[in-house]
Every structure is written in C-alpha cells, then in structure tokens.
C-alpha cells in the first residue's frame, strides 16, 4: 500500500537491539508462524456462473469447477486524510498519477494472507484502484503491477507506521510490488452499485454472486479468480488502508470483466 513513507529515503533504518527475554521471542515467532501456516493456501473460489450473456454452457465446463488461480486484483487506498501513529495514509489515485512515471509502490501489507496474495501478483497483471475508508467507496482508475513482490522496506522503518520490530533483514516477512496508473474508469463505480448487483447474483447465480470484496471485506488485495481458459483478475485493495484493512480483493475474470462493463452503463 502506498504511505507518505515512500516519499522519504527508501533505505532500511537498522533495526534496533531489544532486551525481549527469549521466551516471549519464541512465543511470538511461534504465533507468527501459526498465522502464517493458517494463510498459506489462498481461498478457493468458484468459476461457474450465469447470468444472462454471461452464462456459460455446461458442456464447456463439464460441470467440473475448474482450477482457480488468481490474476485480477482490486487495490484498496483512502482518498481522504487519516492519521496512523501521527502519520497521514492517505494516498488517492490523484496521488498515484502525481508519482514518477505514475507508479508507486504498494507497502505496509501486514497480513499474511493478504502478503501471500501479493507475493502471487505478477509483471503486467492488471487491478482495479478502489477508493476506501471514505464517504462514498467505488471504483475510480485501473492499474498494473509493474514489478513484482520484493522486501517491503517500511517494516525496517521504526518511524513509518507499519514498522515491524519482529522481522529481519536477513528475513523479511513482508513484501510490496509496485503498481502504475493505466487509466481512470470512464465513470465512478462506486461500491453500492457493485453490491446492487452483487446481492441480485446471489439469488439469480450471476458472476458477482461469491465476489470475495463482500466475503472478505478486511483484506486489503483481493484477487479475481481465474477458471480454466480464463483470464483472471485479482481485485487487490490497495493504498492507504486502515490498519484493520488490509488493501486488496480478488475477482473471477467474469467478475472483473462484468464489474468492468458497468463504466459503460448509466449510473443506476
């Protein structure tokens, strides 16, 4: 997710020397490892869908759910200011396109499951940029992984907010990838629209109907799912995200490509 951080020197502050006894050391790399084991498997999704145009034969499938993967992200960042430890998160897309060459990179993951699903992002994988934590949440640019997981220097950084005394350098817990603006969306598609439908698909089997952004609302990268012959996208949440939210979603390639098509509708 994108922090004020990135403005400052991206160098590594030395990590400081704490008197922790060793057993509370261990106690914390036990838990660490724990949730790290529990967030190793991403979150199966279903590849099936229908709804009208979007229906898919069941001679194409086979009635078998094919393999999911995950290339689709919807990125979560606040739009508007917010204090975190003193420092303000917020980070809009306007933000984003004032950066050099409009790429940033997507710090301060600390979630393990979240982290896992940075980890997979890959070159040239696209996402949508999704305002957050804000009087009205939606949809507003997209954008592309322009290179992919490396250490995540601000869990080094005792000034940033997401500095984590518990990694190393030698072993780093936590990654970022870098992200570039595309383009803006040809209209806002704000989060009670997509939730419109969302709700409809649950009861008609449309694409949006296990759409993780309302499964998993806490997770700041969210994937699109990928089914067989399909090209995924991983709906990440991105940016600024509270503590408690950790940027990113993701979508079935039908998601991502229904969730798309609604730019090109009145707004409802």
């Given at each position: 997710m994108p922090w004020p951080s990135r403005k400052r020197d991206k160098g590594a502050v030395a990590d400081k020397k704490e008197p922790d006894a060793k057993i509370a050391k261990t106690e914390n790399e036990n838990s660490d490892k724990e949730e790290e084991e529990k967030s190793a498997k991403p979150p199966a999704g279903s590849s099936k869908s229908g709804w009208k145009n979007w229906k898919k034969k069941e001679s194409e499938s086979g009635g078998e759910e094919s393999k999911i993967t995950y290339c689709h992200w919807l990125l979560k960042s606040e739009p508007e200011s917010r204090l975190e430890k003193g420092v303000d998160v917020k980070f809009s897309v306007d933000d984003l396109k004032a950066q050099p060459n409009q790429t940033t990179c997507w710090d301060g993951v600390r979630n393990y499951q979240a982290r896992n699903f940075l980890r997979s992002m890959k070159l040239g994988q696209q996402a949508f940029f999704y305002h957050s934590n804000c009087k009205e949440p939606g949809i507003v640019a997209l954008v592309k992984i322009v290179k992919e997981a490396y250490p995540d220097h601000t869990q080094f950084d005792q000034k940033d907010p997401h500095y984590d005394s518990t990694?190393?350098?030698?072993?780093?817990?936590?990654?970022?990838?870098?992200?570039q603006f595309v383009r803006m969306t040809k209209r806002f598609i704000p989060l009670s629209e997509i939730k419109a439908h969302h709700?409809?698909?649950?009861?008609?089997?449309?694409?949006?109907?296990?759409?993780?952004?309302?499964?998993?609302?806490?997770?700041?990268?969210?994937?699109?799912?990928?089914?067989?012959?399909?090209?995924?996208?991983?709906?990440p949440s991105v940016g600024q995200a509270a503590s408690s939210i950790y940027g990113f979603s993701f979508l079935t390639t039908e998601e991502f490509d229904f969730v798309l098509s609604l730019e090109e509708e009145k707004p409802h």
């Open positions: 990694s190393r350098k030698e072993n780093p817990k936590w990654s970022m990838v870098d992200v709700l409809a698909h649950k009861a008609d089997g449309g694409p949006l109907k296990d759409m993780m952004l309302f499964s998993r609302q806490r997770l700041s990268i969210q994937p699109l799912t990928q089914g067989k012959n399909l090209s995924g996208l991983l709906i």
